[in-house]
């Protein structure tokens, strides 16, 4: 599966929405994750995503991250259509450590 990572925190583009096959994206307030039993690992959206948040699960030290995501993806909703990102997205694009910042 594949797997959001931090970077998504507080950028929030959501231009990988729009090209997934199988509709696996669930939103929070602030960051994405992609549903681990849903996910067919097709790949198209991680050139999608200008930050580079989305990751194969096979990338070192992404257990957490794939928890995260999966923990997540059964509470939060379905989203199938990008939105507008937060007007602050850009001020967050490379920031190191977002995790104090994950809304859940
Ligand atoms: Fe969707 Fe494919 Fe990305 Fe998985 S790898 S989240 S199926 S676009
Ligand atoms: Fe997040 Fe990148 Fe999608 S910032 S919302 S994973 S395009």
């Not at 507080?10 to 039993?37: S, W």
């Not at 928890?67 to 939105?83: D, G, M, R």
Request: aromatic content about 8%; glycine content about 4%.
């Amino acid at each position: 599966t594949f797997v959001v990572n931090e970077s998504c925190i507080r950028c929030k583009i959501m231009d990988c929405v729009d090209v997934c096959p199988v509709d696996c994206f669930y939103e929070g307030e602030n960051m994405l994750v992609i549903h681990p039993d849903e996910c067919i690992d097709c790949g198209v959206c991680v050139p999608e995503c200008p930050v580079d948040a989305i990751q194969p699960d096979t990338e070192p030290g992404l257990e957490k991250w794939l928890s995260l995501n999966a923990e997540y993806a059964k509470i939060w909703p379905n989203i199938t259509v990008k939105k507008a990102p937060p007007p602050d997205s850009k001020e967050w694009e490379g920031k190191p450590d977002k995790l104090p910042y994950f809304s859940p």
